[in-house]
């Protein structure tokens, strides 16, 4: 069976980049951004076959995800004898065809020996993830926190754009991944951004050694899968939304260098104190150095100033865990409601 492995870590760390950057391999599969694994995990991680009715909950969720996150550059073409029929066979085997049933408008490949899975939620789920899989491998994605926020200031999104807020879930969710790999050394990856931009080629040389696969650097391959992504030009659902519009813009485009150091002129000094006072100690493990040399009682009283604030973003992530546990045909339900309500904003806005 196709091999399936994670690119984990918080959004807008240069995921994209790489998903992108892998898919012109040939020997790997990088559909879209999806969460559909952990999504439907709980309700069918022990199952053996999946009812027409399971198949639906699944399509359902995959045909709702595709307007809330469109699905530029790839096809989703679920056979019909599972929609029809269902399946038999394990949870993970019921991925490896979902994931499977994303074919590349440019690139299509009639064998997929290894499917990676992107999507920042997997870095939540991670015990979760390995309990269907559990010989997966992981490459965590890590970006200077400091950009990570100024990314998260310009960008349209769905979430604030507060400095504070984005510093206490860039250390949640890095914290999270950095456990993980402690646990399971030999399955993580880390990749810096920054080496991803500087130094392309070695670093995917890394990857593909972690990954067991030739390595293969292919400009034209490459510019075949950016040239997937300038199908957003076509897509209603993108026009109406400015942060995927930017996103596969920029996914379309060669990479680029310039937003590395941005963050020393895009952040304010307040800014910048607040992101070090949450991010510098577990920063500095990746060599990102602290450029206000702030004393520690300042570090504890921004860290105090913003302790209700870090509570109800802890209180976010317990409901969000809890909320995987909940009857998967109420779950399909809410996210398609969601979703809806999402569009709806789009209209208006």
């Not at 056979?79 to 993970?92: H, M, Q, R, S, W």
């Not at 339900?333 to 979703?339: A, I, L, M, Q």
Request: proline share 5%; hydrophobic share 40%.
């Amino acid at each position: 069976m196709t091999q399936i492995n994670y690119i984990i870590g918080i959004g807008r760390s240069g995921t994209s980049l790489l998903m992108s950057l892998l898919g012109s391999h040939p020997e790997l599969h990088a559909p879209p951004e999806n969460y559909f694994s952990v999504f439907f995990a709980h309700a069918f991680a022990k199952k053996n076959s999946f009812s027409p009715q399971d198949i639906q909950l699944i399509h359902r969720f995959n045909k709702a995800f595709s307007k809330l996150q469109p699905y530029v550059g790839f096809e989703y073409l679920l056979p019909k004898e599972i929609i029809t029929n269902g399946f038999n066979g394990t949870y993970l085997e019921l991925c490896n065809e979902i994931y499977s049933s994303f074919q590349h408008a440019v690139l299509p490949k009639k064998e997929k020996p290894i499917i990676i899975d992107k999507n920042p939620v997997n870095t939540l789920f991670l015990s979760e993830l390995a309990s269907i899989n559990p010989s997966a491998k992981y490459v965590l994605m890590i970006r200077d926190y400091r950009a990570n926020i100024l990314s998260r200031k310009e960008s349209i999104h769905l979430l604030s754009p507060r400095a504070a807020f984005n510093a206490i879930r860039w250390a949640y969710f890095t914290r999270k991944a950095l456990r993980w790999k402690k646990k399971f050394p030999e399955q993580v990856l880390v990749v810096r951004y920054e080496d991803l931009v500087h130094e392309s080629d070695a670093i995917l040389q890394q990857v593909f050694d972690f990954f067991g696969v030739t390595p293969i650097f292919s400009e034209e391959l490459r510019q075949l899968e950016r040239r997937g992504y300038e199908h957003y030009k076509n897509d209603i659902a993108i026009e109406q939304s400015e942060r995927a519009r930017k996103k596969y813009e920029d996914l379309s485009q060669p990479i680029f260098t310039s937003r590395i150091d941005k963050w020393k002129t895009g952040l304010t000094e307040t800014e910048i104190e607040i992101s070090e006072a949450f991010c510098n100690e577990i920063g500095t493990i990746f060599d990102y150095t602290s450029q206000s040399n702030q004393k520690k009682i300042k570090n504890y009283l921004i860290r105090l100033k913003h302790l209700p604030l870090n509570l109800k973003i802890r209180v976010n992530f317990i409901k969000d865990a809890l909320f995987y546990y909940l009857p998967i045909s109420y779950k399909v339900n809410r996210f398609e409601k969601y979703v809806a309500n999402i569009e709806l904003k789009r209209k208006k806005a």
